[in-house]
């Protein structure tokens, strides 16, 4: 049996995967990657609509693009620096 915090993780995994063929399929309406983040920023909003503020929904999306920004660092090549 699956503790919380694993069945937690296969949510998310579950629901990540359908974020990233939600992406696939979007990039098949358009080439224009400003629409398709303006896209998947107003379907947060959405998700939040009629709960939070919006103040309080940008807060969270920075907490989150904080939280998982060092996963896709790129290093330039030929340096050790981080971008």
Do not use: W
Request: net charge positive; aromatic share 4%; hydrophobic share 45%.
């Amino acid at each position: 049996m699956a503790t919380p915090t694993d069945q937690n993780f296969q949510d998310f995994k579950r629901a990540e995967k359908k974020a990233l063929d939600l992406l696939a399929a979007m990039k098949t309406v358009t080439p224009k990657k400003a629409d398709i983040e303006i896209a998947l920023l107003v379907a947060i909003f959405e998700l939040h609509k009629g709960t939070l503020p919006a103040g309080t929904v940008s807060l969270i999306i920075q907490g989150h693009l904080k939280q998982i920004a060092p996963h896709y660092e790129a290093k330039v090549p030929g340096s050790s620096a981080v971008l």
